[in-house]
């Protein structure tokens, strides 16, 4: 999900704003970091044994290094690359996180483009985690990653599945109002080459794998005052975000809209906000 450079501001021929690369920001996304880990750490538990240790790992959209951080506790003696588009985020996993690892290993941090990335070496596992959701037709690069692992390698990732989530759905709505179309239109739809589970679970048998493909809803319990669209403003909030830049009175405009359609789907409880996030996982092992 991590995907940056500050881009020029750019419009179709219609007017409507043209799909641009958003701007991160790593401590507003990891404000929520323990929910965010979570999918990150059930997914590496269906992971199974790696061809050869030490072990040579990728992690495609490392974002702020947090979660890439987490493979060193599971393979300790491996040699880690994650890699981001995001200055910001690369910035902030290299200044916490980069350096020899305590068992052994290594960690580094690389700028690479999720979009083009081919691996250049032999790797016992490619991860990704809640990113491939910012690439588009990322499914078509699944066959040079597989080609890219080591016979019995693994390929693991997860994607949001919550694009039709309140969130989500009401972001879109009023992206495509009248006084908000010209600027902002078009720019939430990012899901479009996010695939069900079933689709996934194709593809990767197509290719040879087998595959271990499922879906789980999280009941997030989130606090605070307005903890939605404190989350959303790390990640899907943030082509919004950078679209509007320092127009600042646009900024507010569109988050009091945006707060006020928030609020009411999900109304707080005694206890904190529950905020449902499905997402989809997927861990492909290649013929040994």
């Known amino acids: 999900m991590h995907s940056d450079t500050a881009p020029d501001a750019r419009h179709t021929a219609s007017g409507a704003a043209a799909p641009q690369t958003p701007t991160w920001d790593p401590g507003q996304y990891l404000r929520h970091a323990d929910h965010r880990a979570r999918p990150f750490l059930d997914l590496l538990a269906r992971v199974g044994a790696l061809p050869t240790a030490p072990a040579r790992i990728a992690d495609l959209g490392c974002g702020p290094g947090n979660v890439t951080a987490l493979l060193t506790g599971r393979w300790p003696d491996a040699r880690i690359t994650g890699y981001d588009l995001s200055p910001q985020m690369l910035r902030r996993a290299e200044e916490e996180y980069a350096g020899p690892t305590p068992g052994g290993g290594s960690l580094d941090f690389r700028h690479g483009d999720l979009a083009d990335w081919v691996p250049g070496e032999p790797y016992d596992l490619i991860v ?20 890219g692992l080591r016979p019995g390698g693994t390929f693991a990732f997860q994607v949001p599945g919550n694009f039709t989530a309140p969130s989500h759905r009401l972001l879109a709505e009023l992206c495509d109002t009248p006084r908000w179309r010209d600027r902002l239109g078009g720019l939430a739809a990012r899901h479009t080459d996010t695939l069900e589970p079933g689709e996934y679970l194709d593809r990767l048998t197509g290719l040879g794998c087998t595959a271990d493909v499922w879906e789980t809803t999280y009941h997030q319990l989130l606090q605070g005052p307005d903890p939605v669209l404190d989350w959303v403003k790390g990640t899907a909030l943030r082509p919004v975000l950078t679209t509007l830049g320092d127009d600042r009175p646009a900024v507010d405009r569109f988050l009091a809209e945006y707060r006020r359609a928030l609020r009411e789907a999900y109304p707080p409880g005694p206890r904190g906000t529950v905020f449902p996030f499905r997402r989809v996982f997927a861990v492909a092992r290649k013929e040994a």
């Open 128 to 147: 990704s985690n809640a990113a491939l959701q910012w690439v588009p037709g990322h499914p078509g690069s699944f066959a040079r990653w597989i080609d």
